[in-house]
């Protein structure tokens, strides 16, 4: 079984997490920058954090055979904090990189004014730069913010086949797929959805434009949860195409969208600047 994880915010995650990602058939994933759990105090924060998003990130990746892509941002939460709206005059020029596959993860956390404007303009950068988006949708209020998004999505002029709606269930699944947009389903241990929740989704809806990811993070989360689908997808009498489409071609069409998605894995000369994943080994 391959498997793409098509978001994991793998900065949160150690090195044995990508071992056990390999091992569970893991070849190739995207990691969305994302709120880090504390409040970023400036926008030079941000362009650290980037940085590795671009370097060090892929560099470990690859020390375990697994593609590492991005997709870069001002997230939701952080939209509405003074200190690091300038990121959106920087993005441009990160957006430029070839690692980059989407514009993301943006959306909507509280639904406030400065989370609209940060939308509208971050879609307007994915229409100039050619680039799919990665949209988050609000953990509260799911169906009032979905509903919102899709206003701003169609105000945006960019085609529903190059937004991602991510963290969808029952709730927003009907008006998602009718968007024509792609659908993102983040399974977790405890909230968002689960394995069983997922598969009722693909057999009523089948497997058509639906990427399934482990969003893992800092929280209490399971950089495997894919593989667990695509166990139980088997299980559940779901044929071998059908988990190779949700797990694989799914991802790759969407993010392939870019022009830019490589997923040969890059050698590399054992350090990244300097520094290995050995914690002091030659």
Known sequence: MRIFDPHIHMTSRTTDDYAAMYEAGVRALVEPSFWLGQPRTSPASFYDYFDSLLGWEPFRAAQHGIAHHCTL???PKEA???RCRPVLDALPRYLLKDNVVAVGEVGYDSMTPEEDTALAAQLQLAVEHELPALVHTPHRDKAAGLARTLDVLRESGLPPQRVVLDHLNETT???AADSGCWLGFSIYP???MDTDRMLRILRVHGTDRVLVNSAADWGKSDPLKTRH?????LAAGFTDDEVDQVLWANPVAFYGQSGRLTLDVAATDGTHEG?????GGE
């Open 275 to 279: 520094n290995s994943i050995l914690r």
């Open 80 to 82: 509405n904090d003074p």
């Open 229 to 233: 689908v695509g166990d139980a997808m």
């Open 73 to 75: 941002a001002l997230n």
């Open 190 to 192: 405890d909230t968002k």
């Open 173 to 175: 699944l009907g008006a």
